[in-house]
């Protein structure tokens, strides 16, 4: 009995000390306790004070400085919360972070309607806002944002993936963000669809505000075209105090205004203080199209432009020139990168022929930039082993490297890189090079399999090894028999056959990136030699091809997802088949439509028991414009009972979202139409209304979550 007591007494004292010590948090005065809560960064820790108590929600919203803003203004969350009750999630649409929310990125016909009413509501909510990310389809969203976030806003993100209004004059969309905002420096466009037109015309136009911008990402959403040599520079002479530019170029030689040496060293003299600079040029091809296939022409850039360029840059960090044509003989020019710009760190070059010869013992070309950390080398037809060993005695420093579209590169000369690099190398990219396969470069890889962190590769199997997997059974399955331990051997069993067993295990990887051409399989990939990762918590998958063309599966034969249930940890998990092109409707006699490709690349995820979060891009059918979940996709996710964020890139119907009500601890559902360009919401289009997933929000914010 007494030690009962002294127990209860200790309980009683230890509540004491809590009540008393969460008494003196909200015992100090409002403008301390705003001041602390500024301090505050991390999204999860804001949240987590925001739903102490009321007090402490008011303090979070009155010093929230960033903000996205997301769903539908007509949601319960929005219209009936008042502001210092509003939910902390993480922007719009007014689910709370405790309950499930249907989030899409624009709902322009009720912004438009009810601007007054919004604008009031989010400066009630959020008055101190210094960054904004905002889907804007017209220019009446920013004209109508809160007066008091004229002075305050710094940064802001346009999002649009619909067509550009047709009938706007050019510049209008930036207009009204330009003429009011003085306090603006940060401008992102990456995810904003206009004409290059509009950009010049709207910088151009504002002389006092550009000539403040620091930073200024021009990427463009679905960007055919990129800038002309004269309007980069009319935006670079209106931006002289960039820090920050990323621009799609013309580079083009066949074009009389594409971007050559002038227009580079007319760059760098107008913004001399650029640290990050990355310039790309749109790629014209079919995305599933191997880069190294194309034909190439000579850029109208030379090597003594570049080395001037290069000179009016001292401050340069990070330089990024991605282009669709050769510069050649570009050694003397990452010399001089590297004497002229001491500072560079992050380079990634497409397109650069002779970057490093390794003709001799001394190191030359991009071998000599010995401080660099992160270096990615896209399409470069000589480069060789001996250049990846140069680079790997010269560049001592680094930590990520990448090699696209290399055909001379063999495994020999990744292992001569890895063991040069074993102290510093933890991210690794590997991707179209034609005499890598999967397994030769995993096991090239193991001077640093111990060490890892990060490693994309595109997986290209010998037909051994995918009829091997075959003939054995690891992607075939029983779509009528739901024992998973009938259906699916798991990795854990594999690996005691496995080639590779002596290599050791993946100890460091945490993150997975796999390419894969359209109707390649999945299974092969365990006995190639990734068997053991412990930690590996998010994997990547990338499908490109056209699966019109490929031929049908086998009976009973699946992509293989299955396989990576011997993974322990596996938490979250991308799969992105945008890109695979297949038959929307009725398919040809002896072919399949998107449904069954689908099912064949589903099957088998419910067997990922620790799955948390899913991103999922459907198929598509690019002569319908149709990207949207069928119903073999919507039966198979919904098996998913772990799922606690499912984010959906693409369409779907009502009818179709009501199987995720039983996912048990689903929290998160959005549903984005970030691609262009998006489907309109007539009435004709029966898949995208926006009451439809109002009614969608309201049950699944009405369930009960265990936790």
Same mark, same amino acid.
């Given at each position: 009995?007494?030690?009962?007591?002294?127990?209860?007494?200790?309980?009683?004292?230890?509540?004491?000390?809590? #009540?008393?010590?969460?008494?003196?948090?909200?015992?100090?005065?409002?403008?301390?306790?705003?001041?602390?809560?500024?301090?505050?960064?991390?999204?999860?820790?804001?949240?987590?004070?925001?739903?102490?108590?009321?007090?402490?929600?008011?303090?979070?919203?009155?010093?929230?400085?960033?903000?996205?803003?997301?769903?539908?203004?007509?949601?319960?969350?929005?219209?009936?919360?008042?502001?210092?009750?509003?939910?902390?999630?993480?922007?719009? #649409?007014?689910?709370?972070?405790?309950?499930?929310?249907?989030?899409?990125?624009?709902?322009?016909?009720?912004?438009?309607?009810?601007?007054?009413?919004?604008?009031?509501?989010?400066?009630?909510?959020?008055?101190?806002?210094?960054? $904004?990310?905002?889907?804007?389809?017209?220019?009446?969203?920013?004209?109508?944002? /809160?007066?008091? *976030?004229?002075?305050?806003?710094?940064?802001?993100?346009?999002?649009?993936?619909?067509?550009?209004?047709?009938?706007?004059?050019?510049?209008?969309?930036?207009?009204?963000?330009?003429?009011?905002?003085?306090?603006?420096?940060?401008?992102?466009?990456?995810?904003?669809?206009?004409?290059?037109?509009?950009?010049?015309?709207?910088?151009?136009?504002?002389?006092?505000?550009?000539?403040?911008?620091?930073?200024?990402?021009?990427?463009?959403?679905?960007?055919?075209?990129?800038? %002309?040599?004269?309007?980069?520079?009319?935006?670079?002479?209106?931006?002289?105090?960039?820090?920050?530019?990323?621009?799609?170029?013309?580079?083009?030689?066949?074009?009389?205004?594409?971007?050559?040496?002038?227009?580079?060293?007319?760059?760098?003299?107008?913004?001399?203080?650029?640290?990050?600079?990355?310039?790309?040029?749109?790629?014209?091809?079919?995305?599933?199209?191997?880069?190294?296939?194309?034909?190439?022409?000579?850029?109208?850039?030379?090597?003594?432009?570049?080395?001037?360029?290069?000179?009016?840059? /001292?401050?340069?960090?990070?330089?990024?020139?991605?282009?669709?044509?050769?510069?050649?003989?570009?050694?003397? !020019?990452?010399?001089?990168?590297?004497?002229?710009?001491?500072?560079? %760190?992050?380079?990634?070059?497409?397109?650069?022929?002779?970057?490093?010869?390794?003709?001799?013992?001394?190191?030359?070309?991009?071998?000599?930039?010995?401080? $660099?950390?992160?270096?990615?080398?896209?399409?470069?037809?000589?480069?060789?082993?001996?250049?990846?060993?140069?680079?790997?005695?010269?560049?001592?420093?680094?930590?990520?490297?990448?090699?696209?579209?290399?055909?001379?590169?063999?495994?020999?000369?990744?292992?001569?890189?890895?063991?040069?690099?074993?102290?510093?190398?933890?991210?690794?990219?590997?991707?179209?090079?034609?005499?890598?396969?999967?397994?030769?470069?995993? !096991?090239?890889?193991?001077?640093?399999?111990?060490?890892?962190?990060?490693?994309?590769?595109?997986?290209? *199997?010998?037909?051994?090894?995918?009829?091997?997997?075959?003939?054995?059974?690891?992607?075939?399955?029983?779509?009528?028999?739901?024992?998973?331990?009938?259906?699916?051997?798991?990795?854990?069993?594999?690996?005691?056959?496995?080639?590779?067993?002596?290599?050791?295990?993946?100890?460091?990887?945490?993150?997975?990136?796999?390419?894969?051409?359209?109707?390649?399989?999945?299974?092969?990939?365990?006995?190639?030699?990734?068997?053991?990762?412990?930690?590996?918590?998010?994997?990547?998958?990338?499908?490109?091809?056209?699966?019109?063309?490929?031929?049908?599966?086998?009976?009973?034969?699946?992509? #293989?997802?299955?396989?990576?249930?011997?993974?322990?940890?596996?938490? %979250?998990?991308?799969?992105?088949?945008?890109?695979?092109? #297949?038959?929307?409707?009725?398919?040809?006699?002896?072919?399949?439509?998107?449904?069954?490709?689908?099912?064949?690349?589903?099957?088998?995820?419910?067997?990922?028991?620790?799955?948390?979060?899913?991103?999922? *891009?459907?198929?598509?059918? %690019?002569?319908?414009?149709?990207?949207?979940?069928?119903?073999?996709?919507?039966?198979?996710?919904?098996?998913?009972?772990?799922?606690?964020?499912?984010?959906?890139?693409?369409?779907?119907?009502?009818?179709?979202?009501?199987?995720?009500?039983?996912?048990?601890?689903?929290?998160?559902?959005?549903?984005?139409?970030?691609?262009?360009? !998006?489907?309109?919401?007539?009435?004709?289009?029966?898949?995208?209304?926006?009451?439809? *997933?109002?009614?969608?929000?309201?049950?699944?914010?009405?369930?009960?979550?265990?936790?």
């Amino acid at each position: 009995m007494a030690e009962e007591e002294a127990v209860e007494g200790g309980e009683e004292e230890e509540e004491e000390v809590v #009540g008393g010590s969460a008494a003196m948090i909200l015992d100090l005065p409002e403008p301390l306790l705003l001041h602390i809560m500024s301090f505050v960064t991390d999204v999860r820790s804001r949240h987590r004070a925001a739903m102490a108590c009321g007090r402490m929600r008011a303090a979070e919203r009155a010093t929230r400085g960033e903000l996205a803003l997301r769903g539908d203004p007509r949601s319960p969350g929005f219209l009936f919360l008042g502001p210092g009750l509003w939910g902390p999630a993480g922007g719009g #649409g007014g689910a709370s972070s405790s309950s499930a929310a249907v989030q899409q990125f624009h709902h322009t016909e009720v912004i438009s309607e009810q601007n007054a009413f919004i604008a009031a509501r989010l400066e009630g909510c959020f008055p101190a806002v210094s960054s $904004l990310a905002i889907y804007c389809r017209d220019p009446t969203t920013l004209a109508n944002l /809160p007066p008091r *976030w004229q002075g305050s806003l710094r940064g802001v993100k346009l999002v649009r993936w619909h067509q550009r209004p047709p009938s706007l004059p050019h510049g209008a969309d930036l207009e009204p963000l330009l003429r009011t905002y003085a306090a603006l420096r940060e401008l992102d466009l990456s995810e904003f669809y206009c004409w290059t037109e509009d950009i010049e015309v709207a910088l151009t136009t504002h002389p006092t505000a550009t000539a403040a911008l620091t930073h200024l990402d021009l990427g463009l959403a679905a960007a055919t075209d990129g800038f %002309k040599s004269s309007q980069l520079g009319a935006i670079a002479a209106s931006c002289p105090n960039l820090r920050k530019l990323v621009a799609p170029c013309l580079f083009n030689p066949r074009f009389s205004d594409c971007v050559g040496d002038d227009a580079l060293l007319s760059l760098a003299t107008s913004c001399p203080r650029l640290t990050v600079l990355r310039l790309n040029e749109p790629f014209e091809a079919e995305p599933f199209e191997a880069a190294a296939s194309v034909e190439r022409e000579e850029a109208a850039i030379t090597v003594a432009g570049l080395v001037a360029f290069f000179a009016a840059l /001292p401050a340069l960090e990070d330089f990024t020139m991605d282009l669709q044509h050769n510069v050649l003989e570009a050694a003397p !020019a990452m010399e001089a990168l590297a004497r002229r710009c001491p500072k560079i %760190k992050f380079l990634t070059l497409g397109s650069f022929q002779g970057l490093c010869k390794a003709s001799w013992l001394h190191l030359d070309g991009v071998a000599v930039c010995g401080g $660099l950390e992160s270096l990615c080398v896209k399409n470069c037809q000589d480069l060789t082993d001996a250049s990846l060993a140069a680079i790997g005695r010269g560049c001592g420093r680094l930590s990520m490297f990448g090699i696209h579209g290399c055909d001379l590169v063999t495994s020999a000369g990744i292992r001569r890189l890895a063991a040069a690099l074993r102290s510093s190398l933890k991210e690794v990219s590997v991707l179209h090079c034609r005499l890598l396969h999967t397994a030769e470069c995993l !096991a090239a890889l193991s001077p640093i399999r111990d060490r890892i962190e990060s490693l994309e590769i595109n997986c290209v *199997w010998n037909p051994a090894e995918q009829s091997c997997n075959v003939a054995n059974g690891t992607t075939e399955c029983d779509p009528e028999d739901d024992e998973l331990g009938e259906v699916y051997e798991s990795a854990s069993k594999k690996c005691r056959y496995m080639e590779f067993d002596d290599l050791g295990s993946w100890e460091m990887l945490r993150s997975l990136s796999l390419w894969f051409s359209a109707g390649q399989l999945l299974s092969p990939l365990i006995s190639a030699g990734l068997d053991s990762c412990p930690v590996l918590e998010e994997i990547s998958i990338k499908v490109e091809g056209d699966c019109r063309t490929c031929p049908r599966p086998a009976p009973r034969t699946i992509f #293989g997802l299955s396989d990576l249930a011997g993974f322990p940890v596996l938490a %979250k998990m991308k799969l992105d088949l945008s890109e695979a092109v #297949g038959y929307a409707l009725t398919a040809p006699t002896g072919q399949m439509d998107l449904s069954l490709w689908e099912r064949f690349y589903l099957h088998g995820i419910e067997s990922l028991q620790t799955l948390y979060e899913l991103d999922y *891009w459907p198929p598509q059918d %690019k002569d319908v414009h149709h990207r949207s979940l069928t119903l073999p996709a919507v039966g198979l996710i919904q098996r998913c009972t772990g799922l606690r964020k499912l984010f959906i890139h693409g369409t779907t119907h009502e009818h179709f979202m009501t199987f995720f009500l039983s996912i048990p601890n689903l929290r998160d559902m959005q549903l984005r139409e970030d691609y262009y360009p !998006a489907p309109e919401n007539d009435l004709m289009f029966t898949e995208m209304r926006a009451e439809s *997933w109002l009614r969608f929000e309201v049950q699944l914010n009405s369930r009960q979550i265990a936790d």
